[in-house]
Nanobody, 121 residues
């Protein structure tokens, strides 16, 4: 059974850091991309970052360039989203999702339940 489980969210002050985890089960990351998305209250969901099965990363949001990074631990079948220099506008529920390729925007078939990130000013 394919499952994705996010963790690591929480409350942090502006300028702080958080690392989100996306633990995958039921499939191997060797063959799939994982994208991170977020949805703030009253806003549409937006893509943040994606990592391909080969380890290449793709930024979907210019606002996080230079502050966020994505990585994979294949041994743990887990993808991480390292978020530094957090801003109040980063406040959102963050989701990870399985995709075929970072270049395919609509090919995400399984989603996690989300983890809340709140950045206070």
């Amino acid at each position: 059974q394919v499952q994705l489980a996010e963790s690591g969210g929480g409350l942090v002050q502006a300028g702080g850091s958080l690392r989100l985890s996306c633990a995958a089960s039921g499939f191997t990351l060797d063959y799939y991309a994982i994208g991170w998305f977020r949805q703030a209250p009253g806003k549409e969901r937006e893509g943040v970052l994606c990592i391909s099965s080969s380890g290449g990363s793709t930024y979907f949001a210019d606002s996080v360039k230079g502050r966020f990074a994505i990585s994979t631990d294949n041994a743990r079948n887990t993808v991480y989203l390292q978020m530094n220099s957090l801003k109040p506008e980063d406040t959102a529920v963050y989701y990870c999702a399985r995709g075929l390729d970072c270049a395919i925007p609509f090919g995400y078939d399984y989603w996690g339940q989300g983890t809340q990130v709140t950045v206070s000013s």
